[in-house]
């Protein structure tokens, strides 16, 4: 399928940082990992101990500074190594070990305002908790937030209670949520962590944890997979009893699967884990880093999704499209209404042709308005119903590879004039004679009024001995849905 995502300069089919930073900045910009020498509420007693049971000794920044370093030298350092490879661009000083808002105002004012004077530091990102940030320092990040760019980024893990207190978090969602709103209400960015694989979490527990936080006001997301690290109460857990560790092909299935569901408008700040290879237990594929990035781009681009695909229906209709039509064939558009599919098929076939059937003027003009304006000529548009295809068509019999029906009525139009059943199913009889050996049938259906309800009862009937698929992007009973319909009368 052809990447048709726009948020990503390199290709990729999600919504990358660099991009957003390009974008945003102008130019490329460089996280700088910090180590402020921040503890947490959930090791010293204030909400509980242990800390997290995967957390490390480094409390999560194991690529961070040295803590024994002040903060600029810290900085200055990890700069230097990468103007060597990288000369030009911005900075962003991350605060990222431990729970980088536990401790008084005047303490954080004494970490964050020395980066913030640094040059070309653009921004500060800061890694916490939900349930350690108090009012005073709320109303610092604001001012923070109104003199820089700021982000912060919050753990969450998992929305389910029970693999929260598993891994001893330590806070519940009501308290995730309500820091989210808190944020949000003042305009401060926020990037949630979220962690697959964690004990015990089924592929659509990790899925669900992805559609929550896509009813939430965040703006970013970093999505984690699980590792056991030496000296972590994960590691005595898994050595007295070993639980299921995602392989490397299970992570990348689930990842894509995030993505698909995510909203497009969310930055995707990171997609897989990062653990020092002396530290690591297992899964010891994470080590290959690239590799993983690598082979989730091939998964995205074999299934022909992206980020946001899910959210709409109609991107699974055009998979469909790209998946099936060549350069040189003869395609339907059964239903032209807003004439999309027509200018989309126009485009696919540019040594073939497209043909068009609506019974509304308004539909044939405003589609060959479209095609023209595109300078495509490689179409025939025809006022009448489709029940008439074979007819109108009839010296183009088992030569068609693709057709398209969207059941309903003309978007926009008059809610009076809709397809019907009797036509319908005239329609595609005549399709089935129209297609060639390989062809195939895609109808969108939209069961939500009373026709489209009588049109989708019918066709789930008028399917059951053909060869078909059904794709269905939500459980809700009036959704759209796409019927795909393949040539052989027996289903394989």
């Given at each position: 399928?052809?990447?048709?995502?726009?948020y990503?300069?390199?290709n990729?089919?999600y919504?990358?940082?660099?991009?957003?930073?390009?974008?945003?900045?102008?130019?490329?910009?460089?996280?700088?990992?910090?180590?402020?020498g921040?503890?947490?509420?959930?090791?010293d007693?204030?909400?509980?101990?242990?800390?997290?049971?995967y957390?490390?000794?480094?409390g999560?920044?194991?690529?961070?500074?040295?803590?024994?370093?002040?903060?600029?030298?810290?900085?200055?350092?990890?700069?230097?190594?990468?103007k060597k490879?990288?000369?030009?661009g911005?900075y962003?000083g991350?605060?990222?070990?431990?729970?980088?808002?536990?401790?008084?105002?005047?303490?954080?004012?004494?970490?964050?305002?020395?980066?913030?004077?640094?040059?070309?530091?653009?921004?500060?990102?800061i890694a916490t908790r939900?349930?350690?940030?108090?009012?005073?320092?709320?109303?610092?990040?604001?001012?923070?937030?109104?003199?820089?760019?700021?982000t912060?980024?919050?753990?969450?893990?998992?929305?389910?209670e029970k693999t929260?207190?598993?891994?001893?978090?330590g806070?519940?969602?009501?308290?995730?949520?309500?820091?989210?709103?808190?944020?949000?209400?003042?305009?401060?960015n926020?990037?949630?962590h979220i962690?697959?694989?964690?004990?015990y979490?089924?592929?659509?527990?990790?899925?669900?944890?992805?559609?929550?936080?896509?009813?939430?006001?965040?703006?970013?997301i970093?999505?984690?997979m699980?590792?056991?690290?030496?000296n972590t109460?994960?590691?005595?857990?898994?050595q007295?009893?070993?639980f299921?560790?995602?392989t490397?092909?299970?992570?990348?299935?689930?990842v894509?699967?995030?993505?698909?569901?995510l909203?497009?408008?969310?930055?995707?700040?990171?997609?897989?884990?990062?653990?020092?290879?002396?530290?690591?237990?297992?899964?010891?594929w994470?080590?290959?880093k690239?590799?993983?990035?690598?082979?989730i781009?091939k998964?995205?681009?074999?299934?022909?999704?992206?980020?946001?695909f899910?959210?709409?229906?109609?991107?699974?209709v055009r998979e469909r499209i790209?998946?099936?039509?060549?350069?040189?064939?003869?395609?339907?558009?059964a239903?032209?209404g807003?004439?999309?599919?027509?200018?989309?098929?126009?485009?696919?076939?540019?040594?073939?042709?497209?043909?068009g059937?609506?019974?509304?003027?308004e539909?044939?003009?405003?589609?060959?308005i479209e095609?023209?304006?595109e300078?495509?000529?490689?179409?025939?548009?025809?006022?009448?119903?489709?029940?008439?295809?074979t007819?109108v068509?009839?010296?183009?019999?088992?030569?068609?590879?693709?057709?398209?029906?969207?059941?309903?009525?003309?978007p926009?139009?008059?809610?009076?004039?809709t397809?019907t059943?009797?036509?319908?199913?005239?329609?595609?009889?005549?399709?089935?004679?129209?297609?060639?050996?390989?062809?195939?049938?895609?109808i969108?259906v939209?069961?939500?009024h009373?026709?489209?309800?009588e049109?989708s009862?019918f066709?789930?009937e008028?399917?059951?001995?053909?060869?078909?698929?059904?794709?269905?992007?939500?459980?809700?009973?009036?959704?759209?849905?796409?019927?795909?319909?393949?040539k052989q009368?027996?289903?394989e």
């Open positions: 399928m052809k990447n048709e995502f726009r990503t300069n390199s990729k089919r919504y990358t940082l660099d991009y957003f930073y390009k974008q945003t900045f102008g130019k490329k910009v460089y996280k700088i990992s910090l180590n402020a921040f503890t947490c509420p959930n090791k007693g204030n909400k509980g101990y242990g800390g997290c049971i957390c490390s000794k480094l999560s920044g194991d690529f961070a500074g040295n803590k024994e370093k002040d903060l600029v030298t810290q900085f200055q350092e990890v700069k230097n190594k990468m490879k990288w000369n030009d911005y962003i991350y605060f990222q070990a431990n729970t980088n808002t536990y401790a008084e105002v005047e303490v954080l004012k004494q970490k964050y305002e020395p980066i913030l004077a640094l040059e070309n530091v653009i921004g500060l990102s939900p349930d350690a940030i108090r009012e005073d320092c709320l109303e610092y990040l604001t001012d923070l937030s109104k003199r820089t760019y700021l912060i980024e919050l753990g969450l893990q998992t929305i389910h929260s207190k598993f891994i001893n978090r806070h519940d969602l009501k308290c995730f949520e309500e820091m989210v709103e808190k944020l949000r209400k003042r305009k401060i926020i990037v949630v962690m697959n694989g964690l004990p979490e089924t592929k659509e527990m990790m899925l669900e944890t992805v559609k929550y936080l896509n009813q939430l006001d965040i703006q970013g970093k999505i984690h699980l590792h056991i690290l030496k109460t994960l590691e005595k857990i898994y007295k009893e070993p299921h560790v995602l490397k092909e299970e992570y990348i299935d689930i894509c699967d995030q993505l698909e569901q909203r497009e408008d969310i930055v995707i700040h990171r997609i897989t884990g990062d653990p020092k290879k002396e530290d690591l237990i297992e899964p010891q994470l080590l290959k690239f590799s993983v990035l690598d082979d781009d998964e995205l681009e074999k299934r022909g999704t992206f980020q946001g899910q959210k709409s229906i109609l991107n699974r790209y998946r099936y039509v060549k350069r040189n064939d003869l395609v339907i558009d239903t032209i807003n004439g999309k599919d027509t200018l989309l098929l126009a485009k696919m076939v540019p040594v073939g042709k497209v043909f059937f609506d019974i509304q003027e539909a044939i003009e405003k589609t060959k095609l023209e304006k300078n495509l000529t490689n179409f025939e548009l025809f006022q009448t119903g489709h029940e008439n295809m007819k068509l009839k010296d183009y019999q088992n030569k068609i590879s693709l057709i398209v029906f969207n059941l309903g009525y003309l926009g139009g008059n809610k009076e004039i397809t059943i009797e036509t319908t199913k005239k329609a595609l009889n005549s399709a089935e004679k129209l297609l060639n050996q390989k062809g195939k049938i895609l969108m939209y069961p939500g009373k026709q489209g309800k049109e009862d066709l789930k008028y399917i059951k001995d053909k060869n078909y698929i059904e794709f269905h992007n939500t459980k809700n009973k009036i959704a759209p849905y796409l019927i795909q319909i393949n009368t027996k289903r």
